[in-house]
């Protein structure tokens, strides 16, 4: 369960990983790309994520949502939720009816929803590749690589839409053949959020059994 949830999170966090070092077209992209994001005081997305191993012949979808704002999110996918209100992570899932809380420390994360759109900063080497269209939106494709040769993670190819820089998908690929595709089917920019959306009521799940890491 928890291995779903992070690879959903290490996708979402390349969707901004590069380099500032490269190529400065898809580094003016990126840079607008991240200015988009940052100035929301929120925002809400419906993603499908889809699993592809030809070699294994696997090929599984998932669907699920995310609120963000600033350090917290609230992520719903397959059965599970994941809260943080940027000091505590509520980690529930569904099947058994059991939530583990943990504090929230970014440095053990793989990625933190908070610094999606910043990440591309730093780590990352990054080139533009094509003109493409993507549900009939124009959009550019952005190719991104890790600087660190043991990553697992050897490409990740991002859709950013040419009229408004948001991000349509992005695709990761592994060194064990797995590719990871997200695509965006809905943002809703500055949705309604307050402190119940960033914590988890444990009145709100009858039975639910609590386990503390902390």
């Known amino acids: 369960m928890k291995k779903t949830i992070a690879l959903l999170l290490l996708s979402a966090s390349l969707i ?3 380099s ?6 898809a580094g003016k992209i990126l840079d607008q790309m991240s200015a988009k994001y940052q100035a929301l005081n929120a925002f809400k997305a419906t993603f ?34 994941v809260i943080n209100n940027g000091k ?13 809380i943990s504090d929230y420390d970014p440095d053990e994360q793989d990625i933190s929803p908070s610094q999606i759109y910043t990440l591309y900063k ?13 549900a009939g939106e124009p959009c ?8 660190d040769r043991t990553n697992q993670i050897y490409k990740v190819r991002m859709t950013v839409s ?11 690929f592994k060194k064990n053949g797995n590719r990871y595709t997200v695509a965006i089917k809905k ?16 009145a709100k799940y009858k039975g639910v059994k609590v386990i503390d890491l902390r």
Do not use: R
């Open 16 to 18: 901004t990983s590069a």
């Open 20 to 25: 500032a070092q490269q190529d400065p077209k």
């Open 48 to 81: 499908t994520q889809t699993l592809e191993n030809d070699a294994a012949k696997v090929k599984d979808n998932i669907t699920g949502d995310i609120t963000v704002s600033g350090q917290k999110y609230h992520l719903k996918m397959n059965g599970q939720e």
């Open 88 to 100: 505590t992570v509520w980690t529930y899932m569904k099947a058994e009816n059991e939530v583990n």
């Open 122 to 134: 730093k780590g990352y080497k990054y080139t533009y590749v094509q003109e493409t269209k993507e």
């Open 140 to 147: 550019d494709i952005i190719e991104l690589s890790p600087e």
């Open 162 to 172: 040419k009229a408004d820089k948001s991000v349509k998908s992005w695709k990761m």
């Open 187 to 202: 943002f809703q920019p500055n949705p309604p959020v307050d402190a119940t959306t960033f914590a988890f009521d444990k």
